[in-house]
């Protein structure tokens, strides 16, 4: 049976299952820490830092911590919060995102943090960086332009053989997420789907769905994310 | 109160900015009581006549009379807006950042599927007349100082509505979720 133990959150004292994920506990309470390179079910990897957290008075990723008895957790603090955004201005600078014709516009968690904190332009140089687009694999399209490389797709999804679909090459500001051309030519539906799920942005797309939600009916249209939470 | 002068410029922008701005329909009716236009494509005004208190940009910078275009704007204008994606980060037109500008000429007028073979050689245009392009489509906030920025793509005409009566009457400008889009 899970042990449960108390758990402060922006001084209010909680339950939660004991070494449960902080994010999922916090979630759990009502509370919202943003994330980007996590994904409920897969391992985290701390990669973003967005949901950096302060515990104990010190900043930690909250993706990546789990819950102990006594765990006191500072979620949202002016400083938190400017260097949330900060991070969200950075990945928009870096890459190439061309919202206006990006088929994940409107449902991109990405866009939608953007959104949450109110970013019009980056405090960052646009980098324009000369990146390439995959489009000959016969399910995926893979556009690196897009791409923040939270290794989600690495982490979370293998053909039913259990092989890797995605693995990256290169490193640091090179790193480049790549689909496995051999496993690529074989893959269900169901497969690219969840592939295309998993990525926050549009940096996988599934061949001939783009475009398939009206303006207005996607996911982040009218409810900003984490409306649903505290914050 | 007396009118506030605004001027409008399309730079590298597609003009979906300006229709934008007209889907404010009926408050176009409002507006004239508040404003008046100086340069701007709506009246067809080629050249300022006078200080203004509001410019408004569509579009960001892809050769030299837009930078031109620009720095004037800026001189002129108390107040200089971006308007729209391409104003704030280039837009579709800096898809063609990537590609160095020899290539990108040489695809579109000399080699590109769609360039007519005819009985005279294809050229690149380079009539004195026609503005020179730049190396890339540059951000009009890397250009000059840009005060504001109303993204999207267009930006929907409520936003448009919504931050001239803010700059008119010098209220703080209410931005509701529905109109912070970048597409
Ligand atoms: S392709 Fe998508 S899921 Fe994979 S690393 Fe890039 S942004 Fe993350
Ligand atoms: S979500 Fe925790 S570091 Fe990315």
New binding site residues.
Partial sequence: MATFVKFTLDGKIYLSEDGAPLVEAARACGVFIPTL?NYTGIPPKGACRICTVLINGLPATACTTKVVEGLNVQTSTPELESFRQAIVEILFAEGNHLCPSCEKSGSCELQALAYRYRVTVPHFPYLFPRRDVEAWHPKLL?DHN?????????RGIRNPAGKAL?A?GKRGDRVV?NIDPVTSQNISDALAQQAMD????G??LRKGKGFDVPIGRRTYDRTPIGAELRS | MPKKIIATASLAGCFGCHMSFLDIDERLLDLIELVEFDKSPFNDLKEFSRACDIGLIEGGCCNDENVHTLINFRQRCRVLVAVGECAIMGGLPSLRNVIPLQECLAEAYLHGPTVAGGATPNVIPHDPDLPKILDRVYPCHEIVKMDYFLPGCPPRADLIWDALVALVTGQELKWPYATFKFD
């Fill in positions: 390179c893979k897009r791409c923040i490389q939270c290794k989600r797709c690495i995605f990256f997420i998993i990525c926050p942005v940096a996988i």
